[in-house]
């Protein structure tokens, strides 16, 4: 099994702006708010987190072993 990575930058679908952020190990997390637009972001349908769909990386549930294991 690979090793989980905890970093992911975020980019916001409004304006662009990317940040990189340490996800939790705990949980998931809903919303994000875009610190450049202030645009509060919310998962895709279908996705659990705001990592899995603006992130460039999967939240640690998800690459710990996919959906059945995510929040």
Do not use: R, W
């Not at 099994?1 to 980019?11: D, F, N, P």
């Not at 990189?20 to 997390?29: L, N, R």
């Not at 990592?51 to 294991?69: D, V």
Request: charged share 25%.
């Amino acid at each position: 099994m690979s090793e989980v990575v905890l970093e992911s930058a975020i980019t916001c679908p409004k304006c662009g702006h990317q940040k990189k952020e340490t996800m939790p190990t705990d949980a998931c997390q809903f919303f994000y708010e875009c610190e450049n637009c202030k645009e509060v972001l919310k998962p895709k349908q279908g996705d659990c987190c705001v990592y899995c769909s603006y992130g460039t990386n999967a939240c640690p549930p998800i690459q710990e072993g996919g959906k059945s294991n995510c929040c």
